[in-house]
């Protein structure tokens, strides 16, 4: 029986090792991302309006409006980041939430089916 009992501890010691190591690299994984996630979501929202102007999918209207929101979430950003060397955590939440708001904008404003009629 103390062989058995032996084994048992050895295999929960490694398992408890491996979710620690898990843990730990999924961790790490989290803060690299968050380090770039907002400028590259902003720089993809930014493209998407522009493919959605070259395809007829936004009229100038749509386009001046997502435009703006784009450059208000812009400014913001730059005031937060003025204020201290990072980003709180609370100013990223508004950060992703008014991103998030700009990302549904630019989806629901290409697919209304109020295009510009193609030639």
């Known amino acids: 029986m103390g062989e058995i009992e032996k084994m048992k501890t ?6 408890a090792a491996a979710f ?3 843990g730990l690299a999924m961790t790490s994984n989290a803060q690299t991302r968050h380090r770039w996630s907002i400028n590259h979501r902003e720089a993809r929202q930014e493209r998407r309006i522009g493919q959605g102007v070259r395809s007829g999918e936004l ?3 749509e386009t001046y409006r997502l435009e703006r929101q784009q450059l208000r979430l812009n400014r913001t950003e730059a005031r937060y980041r003025a ?3 990072r980003l709180t955590p609370r ?11 700009t990302s549904r904008s630019i989806y ?12």
């Not at 050895?10 to 398992?15: A, D, K």
């Not at 100013?91 to 708001?101: I, M, S, T, V, Y």
């Not at 629901?108 to 030639?119: A, F, L, M, S």
């Open 10 to 15: 050895i295999f929960s010691v490694m398992l």
């Open 20 to 22: 620690v190591l898990v």
């Open 59 to 61: 009229t100038a209207r």
């Open 83 to 85: 204020s201290g060397d």
């Open 91 to 101: 100013e990223r939440f508004r950060l992703e939430r008014d991103l998030n708001r």
């Open 108 to 119: 629901r404003q290409k697919h209304d089916r109020q295009d510009y009629p193609r030639p």
